[in-house]
């Protein structure tokens, strides 16, 4: 009998893990992030996308949170970099995000959307201004 409860415990861990969707700070408020996230500051208000606050890690690196109704609706971590490195990052992500349990993959133009069980994330690169690239992961709820 106790063998049998061990075994379903066990079974039943393994599951959840498989579901598991990515750690992002969706659905969290606004005074939570803003007490965890130090230097996090208010960009502007988009109609459609809610206010967006930003955090700097390097220069060139970035985290913007999007909030509607005091809570985090997107997440888009952005690299902004040379052609060479954005493809690197691009790639990478891709595999990381690959090796994870999703639902279902999309691949389309110069990204690729995979499917977790409660949010969706997208992986995407484009040229931004001249040779400047823009390697993105976004966040969002199904």
């Not at 061990?6 to 079974?11: A, E, K």
């Not at 988009?46 to 955090?55: F, K, L, P, T």
């Not at 995407?124 to 709820?141: H, P």
Request: aromatic letters at 14%.
């Amino acid at each position: 009998m106790k063998k049998l409860i061990l075994t379903i415990l066990v079974l039943c861990t393994c599951i959840l893990c498989a579901l598991a969707d990515p750690g992002t700070r969706l659905g969290q408020t606004l005074s939570l992030v803003q007490s965890e996230i130090a230097g996090l500051r208010h960009l502007r208000n988009w109609r459609s996308s809610g206010d967006e606050y930003i955090i700097y890690h390097e220069p060139n690196v970035s985290t913007s949170y999007y909030f509607k109704n005091n809570r985090v609706a997107k997440e888009k971590f952005t690299i902004n970099t040379n052609e060479q490195n954005a493809l690197y990052y691009f790639n990478r992500f891709v595999a990381d995000f690959s090796n994870m349990n999703y639902i279902q993959v999309v691949e389309g133009h110069n990204e690729v959307t995979f499917y977790f069980s409660q949010i969706k994330v997208t992986v995407s690169i484009k040229q931004f201004i001249g040779y400047d690239y823009l390697c993105e992961v976004t966040y969002t709820y199904r």
